[in-house]
């Protein structure tokens, strides 16, 4: 439980710096580090419901369905509005050298980590 804790804890403060990273970036209209960053950003997604999810799980005392969804919910809120902001600001790229969302590189972590709060939310 600690060690998950330890992963989770060090995931929550890369993502952290990660938005805060992506606001500043949007603020500066630094375009060629919104498409690195909507990739970290994701990565670290990814990871963080792994690490949150393998938490859950290795918990002691019972936790509800509910209570873990509500916590998943909030995290994807904010990482989305995150993406959101990258994607809106690489949408309105007017130079034919503004960067593209990297779609792949976004939707297949995120997929795979909901796929592993899925099978948490199955276990529960």
Known sequence: TNFFLSLHLFGAVLTGYYILKTGIAVFKNSQHTYRPLAIKISFITCFQLITGSLLALSVTHGQSVFAFCSRIGLYL???GFAEGMLFWKMKQGVSQYAPTFPNT???SP???GMAMVLMTIIIL
């Open 77 to 79: 809120l904010l990482v």
């Open 105 to 107: 590189y976004v939707w």
């Open 110 to 112: 995120l997929a795979a």
